[in-house]
């Protein structure tokens, strides 16, 4: 199980709204292609940037359950040709001034197929890659739309 804390420039009820919806954290990835989104989930195309994955990625993010300003829970379902992985990711919102303190985890449930054989640091390894570069990813849409406000 992966862990870490992120901070937001936002109030709490800006993140949690934001955060709890599937639309908006896929609308945060750049390389997302062919993006089918509602509130509670969204799925999308992805090039793999790990070595031991090639061709395209199929993945589904999907609200498991909310608690408002509290904590969401996701299931993130990735599937390439010979193989898959399952990832449960919760945020738990902490409010801390103007800003909000996020609290993560993320845990790889299942693998299949061709993942199987990759050892499991080289996978949460590689993981905590795509974990960085998605906060990344939100750190500055969050400070985009907080300077056009």
Known sequence: MLTGTETLPAALA???????????????LPDAESVVTTADTATWNQRPKLAFLSGTLRVTLTVLERKPEQSVTFQMLAEASGA???????????????????????????????LKIVPRTV??????????????????????????L
């Open 14 to 28: 800006v993140a949690y709204a934001r955060l709890s919806d599937a639309s908006f954290l896929v609308a945060c």
């Open 84 to 114: 898959s992985s399952t990832t449960h990711t919760t945020l738990t919102f902490c409010a801390n001034s103007d800003r909000t303190e996020i609290a993560w985890t993320a845990d790889t449930v299942a693998v299949t197929g061709l």
């Open 123 to 148: 996978l949460q390894a590689a993981t905590q890659k795509v974990i960085a570069e998605v906060w990344l990813a939100i750190q500055t849409r969050f400070a985009a739309t907080e300077a056009t």
